[in-house]
């Protein structure tokens, strides 16, 4: 099994700035893509960034010059550098990491409010 933390969400004024991280622990051998999905009160969950093993980004157009990410392989973590916060952006973040050697192939986290106010 593998276990997903995050922290960092929060409540900020539009312009504002936030980052998430998400930790992964647990038994696996190793850790593929990571990323960052939200979904919003009465919407479907999106994809906002992705970064690969490789280091290779992916980025929501919504989010694209705003939102960083980035991994720590090191301590298997994924990080969500958001700047220029809209309030479009209030959603409940959920962490999203590919593993190898583990029970299942795909883990989520538990998920970290990020409410922007105008």
């Known amino acids: 099994q593998v276990h997903l933390v995050e922290s960092g969400g929060g409540l900020v004024q539009a312009g504002g700035s936030l980052r998430l991280s998400c930790a992964a622990s647990g038994i696996f051998r190793s850790i593929g893509a990571m990323g960052w999905y939200r979904q919003a009160p009465g919407k479907q969950r999106e994809l906002v960034a992705a970064?690969?093993?490789?280091?290779?980004?992916n980025y929501a157009d919504s989010v694209k010059g705003r939102f960083t990410i980035s991994r720590d392989n090191a301590k298997n973590t994924v990080i969500l550098q958001m700047n220029s916060l809209k309030a479009e952006d209030t959603a409940v973040y959920y962490c999203n990491v590919e593993v190898s050697g583990s029970r299942w192939p795909v883990y989520w986290g538990q998920g970290t409010q990020v409410t922007v106010s105008s």
């Open positions: 970064i690969s093993s490789g280091d290779s980004t």
